[in-house]
């Protein structure tokens, strides 16, 4: 009850503020993907920003359709701000802590070339020990249309990404 009462009080500062049923809402999305990849994986490139928009009640996540505008979106600068690297542990917990206060925090993973592979969306919640990873890491969700199997909402940052891949995930936040 005290968290809740604190977290409510910590949105209602910053003016942002984070779906309260997010859980439910989440797995509706889960569902809407999941159906939508047995019809057509490059049609489902726009879950991760619903899951956004629902998440953290922002209408312009919704307009989003690729990963290459929304990374193109990060890159022009605005609110965005870059956290740093995933196999840093204090920009793991960071991104955890901005999720927990309101904030749309997301892990983008790119190639050598820059371009955006898959993006996955940090969640309000706890942070997890990483066998994988042997980090601790935030809570997540993931909807990548290449491999549909592997979405998932509410897990670790790690099911999202293979270690081999830490050096080029970066995390952002909305500010």
């Not at 500062?13 to 439910?24: A, E, P, R, V």
């Not at 020990?129 to 290449?146: C, E, K, R, T, Y």
Request: net charge negative.
């Amino acid at each position: 009850m005290t968290s809740t009462i604190i977290t409510f009080f910590l949105l209602s500062i910053t003016g942002t503020s984070y779906n309260s049923d997010i859980k439910d809402e989440l797995e509706k999305t889960y569902s809407a993907f999941v159906e939508c990849s047995s019809q057509s994986e490059t049609a489902c490139e726009s879950f991760t920003y619903q899951a956004l928009g629902q998440v953290y009640q922002e209408q312009s996540f919704f307009d989003i359709n690729t990963n290459d505008k929304f990374y193109q979106l990060l890159k022009d600068g605005g609110n965005w701000e870059e956290l740093g690297q995933a196999y840093n542990q204090e920009v793991l917990r960071k991104a955890q802590e901005k999720a927990n206060a309101g904030k749309a925090v997301v892990a983008v993973y790119t190639n050598k070339n820059d371009q955006p592979l898959h993006v996955a969306v940090i969640l309000p919640g706890d942070l997890n020990q990483s066998g994988s990873w042997g980090l601790i890491v935030p809570n997540s969700a993931s909807f990548p249309d290449f491999d549909p199997d592997h979405a998932f909402v509410n897990k670790p940052l790690s099911y999202a990404f293979e270690k081999r891949n830490l050096l080029s995930i970066k995390i952002y936040a909305l500010e």
